[in-house]
């Protein structure tokens, strides 16, 4: 079974521009999770989808953003890029958000994205 | 709002040494606790997966246990080997449906020495 894909894996852009970014879960999952790992403050919770609906929002500006597609596909976008944008993207897929039994999250390899 | 400590941040230990790498949570109504590995630059594994009702899990070489009265995990790994450094994090979902995110500790970088 395939695990979590992420595109592109490096990208750099420029302040001000925007940027997408792609995360193809595990077959079967339904569950998408965003985070952002920057040295300094770690991995944090950007957002998370669930059947093509966000369920769950961390604590980051309206310049970030997401969609879930109905085969599970998500993409998350992120306008007006800022210097301090400049984090490891990943993405995780669950096969469902709150079963006890079948939660545990995995990840994709992650975009690394550069803002100069 | 729940925290995630891991302490120390770094670790340095000779190959074959038995080790215990701690995690503490402020909220001890989680839901479960999943320890992962990060090598540089890349994105992260899941090792252990442990459900609030369990104490311990096991894969291989690796032990992780939980007390969530005491709000703390450990994650046990025998005989290290050189392939074992990375970094290890640890992190917590919390009971509530509405918070279902996971929140992470800021990691151990485990360094075994040949």
């Known amino acids: 079974k395939a695990g979590v894909t992420q595109t592109p894996r490096y990208l750099i852009k420029t302040r001000g521009q925007q940027v997408t970014l792609s995360c193809s879960p595990i077959?079967?999952?339904?569950?998408v999770s965003w985070y952002q790992q920057t040295p300094g403050q770690g991995l944090q919770f950007l957002f998370e989808?669930?059947?093509?609906?966000?369920?769950n929002k961390g604590n980051f500006p309206g310049r970030f953003s997401g969609r879930q597609f109905s085969n599970s596909r998500s993409e998350m976008n992120v306008s007006t890029l800022e210097l301090g944008d400049s984090a490891l993207y990943l993405c995780?897929?669950?096969?469902?958000?709150?079963?006890?039994?079948?939660?545990?999250?995995?990840f994709g390899p992650g975009t690394r994205l550069t803002v100069l | 709002k729940q925290e995630v400590t891991q302490i120390p941040a770094a670790l340095s230990v000779p190959e074959g040494e038995n080790l215990v790498l701690n995690c503490s949570f402020t909220?001890?109504?989680?839901?479960?606790l999943q320890w992962f590995r990060q090598d540089p630059g890349k994105g992260l594994t899941s090792l252990l997966l442990?459900?609030?009702?369990?104490r311990e899990q096991t894969s291989g070489r690796l032990n992780a246990s939980l007390d969530k009265s005491s709000g703390r995990s450990t994650l046990y790994i025998a005989a290290s080997q050189p392939g074992d450094s990375a970094t290890y994090l640890c992190?917590?979902?919390?009971?509530?449906?509405?918070?279902?995110?996971?929140?992470f500790g800021k990691g151990i970088t485990l360094s075994v020495r040949p």
């Open positions: 992190a917590v979902r919390l009971i509530t449906g509405a918070n279902s995110k996971l929140t």
């Open positions: 989808y669930f059947s093509e609906t966000q369920r």
């Open positions: 077959s079967g999952h339904r569950s």
């Open positions: 909220d001890s109504a989680i839901y479960n």
């Open positions: 995780a897929s669950s096969s469902r958000p709150d079963s006890a039994s079948a939660n545990e999250q995995f």
């Open positions: 442990i459900q609030s009702s369990q």
